[in-house]
C-alpha cells in the first residue's frame, strides 16, 4: 500500500510536470557526438521544436577533427566548430557547448567521465527533452555515437538521482528528470522501425514529419562545409578509382559540394524516425 | 538387430527443421585484389557459422587474401598456454594455406583478456594492416551481434568497424604516412556472427559455394586439431549410438582420429547445405554485408540512380 501511495506521488509530480510543459515550451537539450549527425538524424524536429519556442542546446562531444580533405587535424577541429555553430543556428538552437574530446578517440576515454561532464549541463539547462544518439542502433560506423548515446543515456538517468555528483548539490544544482527522450540516428539500422517489443518500459519508434523545417535542415547541413568536403571528395575518389563517375562530382567546388548536401537531406526525406520514451515509459501500464 | 544410421541425415534432418526456409539474396563479389580477415583467434576463419567458404572463393575470383589473428590463443588446448599459442599460429597457418591465404600475420594480444585493452591501440594496428596491404574486402566478427560473451571477438569486431573506413582517414595516425604509406580505406565488409544467439545479427546476403570451395572449408577446419577433430569426440559419438545398438557405417574401418576428422567435415557440409538450401542453392554461407555508400543512407538511392561507368 505504501509502495502504491509513493508511486502515485512520484507519478503525479511527473503529470503536474507535464502540465506544466505544455504551458511553456520545455527546454531542448541535444547530446552529440559530432557535427553532422545531430543534423542529419533529427535536425528537422530540433528546428521544428525551437519554431514552437523552445530554448535549444546542443553539446556537442567531440572536436570532429579528424573528418576534412587536406586539412590538418588542428585545422578541421577549428572550422568544425565554426561550421557547427553555424549548422546549430540555421535550426534555432541557442547555443553550441564543445566538449572537445578528440574525435575518433571516445573508446578509451572514461566513460563516467563523459557522463558526468553530461549529467553537470542536464542540471543546469533543466531539459523538458532530451534528444540522444542511439547506442542500439546497428551498422553505424561512426562508434564516438555509439559511446556518447552510451553515456548520455546513462547521463539521463543519474541526472536524476541525488547520489551522483555529489558537489553539485553545493552548487545548487539539483537532480533533474527530463521527462520526454528521443533516441536519434541516421537511417542505417534495416531494424530501425521494428518495435522493440509490446512492453510498456521499452522506447518506441515515433516518427515526426518535419515537410516545414526540412529547408532548415538543408542550410544547417550545407552549413558543415568541411565535412561536406570530405564526403564529397572522398566519393570521387572511390568512383574514379573505380572507372565511374557522378556528374554532379565532374568538378568539386562549393557549389557542387553544397548541391551535393542537399541531395543527402532530401534523400533523407521528410520524416525523421525516433525511439521515443515519453512520460507515460515512466508509468507502467496498470497505473494509467 | 542393429540398426544402420547415417550421421549425415541426422545432421541435416536437424538443420533444416531448426533453420526453416526463409530464401536470403545471392550475391557476387565485389571487383577487387584483396581481402583481409581480421578475427581475434586462429579458428575464426572456418566455424559452423561461416567464412571458409567465402575465403577461398574470393581466392578462386582472384584475391589475395590476409588472416589478422590479433590473440595469442594460448587457452586454447591442453599444452599449456606457450605452447597452445605456438600449435594453434601452427594449424592456423597450416589452414589458411588450405583456403589459399597468404599469410597470417598475429597481433598477439592476451587471448580472452581483450575486455579491458586500449581499443584505439588495437584499431591503430587494423590501421597500419589495411594501410599496407590495402585490402578492398574486409571479413570479420559482426560488432553489433548480440549476446555475444566473448570479450575478444566484441572487440576486435569494434576495432576493426572503424579500423576498415578510417584507414582511409589522412588524420587518423598520420605517423604512418612516415613510412610511405598513403591512406587506403576498404569499401566492403562481409560480418558473420552465430545465426542462434538473438536478432543482433540478421544475414542480408548469401554466398554460394562450389563442391571445391565447400572442400577447403571442410579440410581448414579439421586441421585445428588442438581444438577440434578430437578422438575422443568420435569415440563418444560412437559409445553413444552403441548404447542404442546403432552404428555409423561412414565409421567402418576408421580410428577414433579418422572419425574424428570425418564428423568435422560433414560438420562443415552440413551448415555449408542448410545455408545453401535457404538461398535456393547446393552450398552458402550466410553473411550481414555492408556496401560501399551504406554509410551515406540519403544519398544512396541518388547514387545508385546517377553513377555512370566512365
Ligand atoms: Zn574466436
Redesign the interface.
Known sequence: MIKRVRFAVAAGALLACAIDLAAAPPVVLVIAADASNFVLAAGGTIAKMAEAGSPVYVIRVTNDEKDSWGLTAEETALRSRAETEAAARALGVKEVIPLGYRAAELADVSFSGIRDRLIFYIRHYKPGVMFIPNPYTEYDRVLDRYYTGAAAEDAFRAAALENFQLAHADVELGPHLTPELYYYAQPVDPRRKEPESTATFVPQPRSVDIAGTLQKKIAAASALKTVNESTARRLKARLDATERRLSLLDAIDESSIRRLAEVHVRGLGTTEEFRYAGIEFRIPRKYR | MRTAITYRAILFAWGVAAFGADTILLGKLP?GKVVMVMQPHHDDHTTDYGMGGLIARFVDEGYEAYYVRASNDEKDGSHGYARNDMINLRESEEATRILGMKKVISLNWRNDYMGPI????L?AQLILLIRKYRPDVILGHNP?EHYQKNPDHRNVA?AM??A???A?????H?EHMKLGLKPH?A?YLYLKARLDWG??H?P?LAIELNESQVRRKQQAYQTHRNVYANPASARAVKSALARENLTVPEFEGLDDQAAAVRMEEWHMDWISRVRGKEAGVKYAEDY?F?D????????????KE?????
Open positions: 571487383k586500449p581499443l584505439d591501440e584499431r553489433w569494434r568497424a572503424e576498415w573506413w578510417m582511409g582517414y589522412e588524420n587518423v598520420p580505406q569499401s536478432l543482433g540478421t542480408n550481414y555492408v560501399e555508400f551504406d554509410h551515406l543512407p540519403g544519398l544512396k538511392a541518388y547514387l546517377n553513377v555512370r561507368p566512365k
